[in-house]
């Protein structure tokens, strides 16, 4: 089986602030692993995805996320928050080639000017 | 480019009725998927598909029927709703291979069951 908790449901920094989300996932086999975003009232668009190459991953909009096998950890970071991050994200994990995605509670990012 | 396109975009049932969530895209994607996202909840899988003629149950597939008569389109149907299906509903697709995972999402349907 395989799932995904991201701790904290709301994240609150100052803009140009680093920017820290935390995703663990559980999985008996090798996961691929994601971040998608929403912006409110839209869909889901991914950021970035780890599928077994590199464990450092860089995304769009300057986002990157480091796969550690020895800490289950996926955590997405970006070195300066910018107002237009604010959002709510979702790390999701699954099967290799398969497309069903499990995801997480997500987490709500708010930017401060 | 439209990408995966949902419809309609609201709509308000009343117990017991039946209604189908529309969904269509123009990516050629073999795979497609049906999700709910429900406050606090993240996205749960209701049922999917990789090519059309072939469905499968998802993670919360009860209440729902789907169908995939061609590669274009992926209906969701409720029957008899019930309070519970409150939710808003997001298609999406991929392409197979190492892209798999990469879906790309409708813009949702928010239905409310009273």
């Known amino acids: 089986a395989q799932s995904v908790t991201q701790l904290g449901s709301h994240v609150s920094v100052s803009e140009g602030a680093l920017v820290l989300l935390r995703c663990n996932y559980s999985?008996?086999?090798?996961?691929?692993l994601f971040w998608y975003v929403q912006y409110p009232n839209q869909g889901l668009q991914l950021l970035l995805k780890y599928t077994s190459a590199a464990t450092l991953v860089k995304g769009i909009n300057g986002f990157e996320a480091e796969f550690k096998k020895s800490e289950t950890s996926f955590h997405l970071t970006k070195p300066s928050a910018h107002m237009s991050d604010a959002a709510e994200y979702f790390c999701?994990?699954?099967?290799?080639?398969?497309?069903?995605?499990?995801f997480g509670q997500g987490t709500t990012l708010q930017v401060k000017p | 480019n439209a990408g995966v396109t949902q419809t309609p975009k609201f709509r308000i049932l009343k117990i017991g009725q039946s209604m189908t969530l529309q969904c269509t895209q123009d990516?050629?994607?073999?795979?497609m998927y049906w999700y709910r996202q429900d406050p606090g909840m993240g996205l749960k899988l209701i049922y999917y598909?990789?090519?059309?003629?072939?469905?499968d149950k998802g993670e919360v597939p009860n209440g729902y029927n789907v169908s995939r008569s061609t590669t274009e389109d992926f209906p969701l149907r409720l029957e008899l709703a019930a309070p519970s299906q409150t939710s808003v509903y997001f298609c999406?697709?991929?392409?197979?291979?190492?892209?798999?995972?990469?879906?790309?999402f409708g813009e949702g349907s928010r239905l409310t069951v009273l």
């Open positions: 999406a697709s991929s392409s197979g291979g190492r892209d798999t995972g990469e879906l790309f």
């Open positions: 598909s990789v090519g059309a003629g072939i469905t």
């Open positions: 990516m050629n994607h073999n795979y």
């Open positions: 999701a994990v699954s099967r290799k080639g398969t497309g069903k995605l499990i």
């Open positions: 999985s008996s086999v090798p996961p691929y």
